[in-house]
């Protein structure tokens, strides 16, 4: 089966500019999720969807973030203004059901965002 | 508030040798799960081994196995007979049984396997 896609691989913008993320999961996979991963440090949750539902966006910067998954199948994460400090890698996971069902997500390549 | 330490920060061993990576974590719920995950350098991050809290035996997956000691709250991951391809990012994480069940991940161990 195809895995997650991810795109763009990498972004490079100003500070104060926008940037938008696009994420399709595995086919028939209801859970979806957006990391950041900054240098050096685990991937931390930003926001969790079931369906096209938010299940948890508690990490989520609301200021400037925003994330939605239409039709409950891909979803786009934008920053706006993007900040220094939202340099890092975007990593979007996917499960069939709850993690604990299947023990496993399914991560995509990650898009690697860089902001001068 | 869950929270998942990893204390090695990078580790290098020779190709064949067994290497442990440890990993801490703190919670006071009784029911989780636990699981390391592997990255590479394409950073296609990719599951190694799975254990259920609710489960004494140690999970094996091949040359992978764990060593989950839940009064100490401690989650080591051994890799025998360590072979080059297994040179990548490590995560530790946990993920609880109720509510969102999200994954929270420690901070990773940058494992070196030298020929």
């Known amino acids: 089966e195809a895995g997650v896609a991810q795109s763009p691989r990498y972004k490079i913008i100003e500070k104060r500019q926008s940037v938008a993320f696009w994420c399709n999961p595995i086919s028939g996979h209801a859970t979806l999720y957006w990391y950041q991963q900054i240098l050096g440090q685990g991937p931390k949750l930003l926001i969790q969807?079931?369906?096209?539902?938010?299940?948890?966006d508690s990490q989520l910067p609301k200021d400037r973030f925003s994330a939605e998954r239409l039709k409950g199948v891909d979803s786009t994460l934008k920053i706006q203004p993007a900040k220094l400090e939202d340099s890092a890698v975007y990593l979007c996971a996917s499960s069939r059901l709850r993690v604990v069902n299947t023990g496993e997500l399914f991560f995509g390549e990650g898009s690697r965002l860089t902001v001068l | 508030a869950q929270t998942v330490t990893q204390s090695q920060p990078e580790m290098s061993v020779q190709e064949a040798e067994t290497v442990t990576l440890s990993c801490t974590y703190d919670?006071?719920?009784?029911?989780?799960?636990l699981f390391w995950y592997k990255q590479p350098p394409s950073r296609q991050m990719i599951l190694v081994i799975r254990q259920e809290a609710y489960k004494q035996q140690n999970a094996t997956e091949n040359r992978f196995s764990v060593n989950f000691q839940k009064a100490a709250k401690s989650f080591s991951l051994k890799i025998s007979d360590s072979q080059l391809g297994d040179t990548a990012m490590y995560f530790c994480a946990l993920c609880l049984i109720q509510g969102a069940q999200k994954l929270v991940f420690g901070q990773g161990t940058r494992l070196t396997i030298n020929p």
């Open positions: 919670t006071s719920e009784n029911n989780y799960y």
């Open positions: 969807f079931q369906n096209n539902g938010v299940v948890d």
